[in-house]
């Protein structure tokens, strides 16, 4: 079954302006991480937050999580054109084998 | 030095064919991944490998099959091809799978399938 679903499903904004995405899973992880991808690209591996950290930061990324809500939240700050992807959590849930299971997605669109 | 390569990139073909896609790593991965992502853009896991172990996701037809000739390389084989089967097809790879589990995965840039 699914794991993730992101909120919102699109995102659009203006250059310089923050972007924030949210992810919902159902399962306990052990750790919940984040991907982009461009059109007709491949996903790149942005950040990884494990079950037991609350918050990480990677230049102008920062995730949150909270396992009792089983959320988890990215956000871009100062977003740039060049940040238009959609962006994908993933779980590695504790059933799962080791595999990621990866959300819906949100596509952000960010204007010039 | 591409680190997950996928072939071909593009791939259109007639229904009830056969065909295969080839993946390869050079990370020094030891297990590598399937997924399909449908046109709403859903990724799910088709199958994992490692020198070790097979998981195949029950969901997958058995007309999908994975062949690993060594741990650098997990091709997909797919039999009778459906219109259904039209997808964007993603190869990926990370470090141990059963240990650490703290590893992000390197994917391929994709083979856009379409059946015809």
């Known amino acids: 079954s699914q794991q993730g679903e992101e909120d919102p499903q699109a995102l659009s904004i203006q250059e310089g302006e923050n972007a924030t995405m949210n992810c919902s899973y159902k399962t306990s992880i052990n750790n919940l991480q984040w991907y982009r991808q461009n059109s007709g690209r491949g996903l790149v591996h942005l950040i990884l937050i494990r079950s037991n950290e609350r918050e990480k930061h990677s230049g102008r990324l920062r995730v949150t999580l909270d396992t009792s809500k089983k959320s988890s939240s990215l956000l871009i700050t100062a977003s740039r054109a060049a940040d238009t992807a959609s962006y994908f959590c993933a779980t590695d849930g504790m059933g799962s084998q080791g595999n990621l299971i990866f959300g819906k997605g949100t596509k952000l669109s960010v204007k010039p | 030095d591409t680190a997950v390569s996928q072939t071909p990139k593009y791939l259109v073909t007639q229904m009830g064919n056969d065909k295969s896609i080839k993946c390869e790593q050079n990370l020094g991965h030891d297990t590598m991944y399937w997924y399909k992502q449908d046109s709403k853009k859903f990724l799910k896991i088709m199958f994992s490998?490692?020198?070790?172990?097979?998981?195949i996701n029950e969901t997958v037809p058995n007309r999908f099959s994975p062949k690993s000739p060594d741990k650098a390389h997990l091709n997909l084989h797919i039999n009778s091809l459906e219109l259904g089967d039209s997808a964007v097809y993603f190869c990926?790879?990370?470090?141990?799978?059963?240990?650490?589990?703290?590893?992000?995965?390197?994917f391929g840039s994709g083979t856009r399938l379409t059946v015809v």
């Open positions: 990926a790879s990370s470090q141990d799978r059963d240990r650490g589990r703290g590893y992000g995965y390197t």
């Open positions: 490998y490692n020198n070790k172990e097979l998981i």
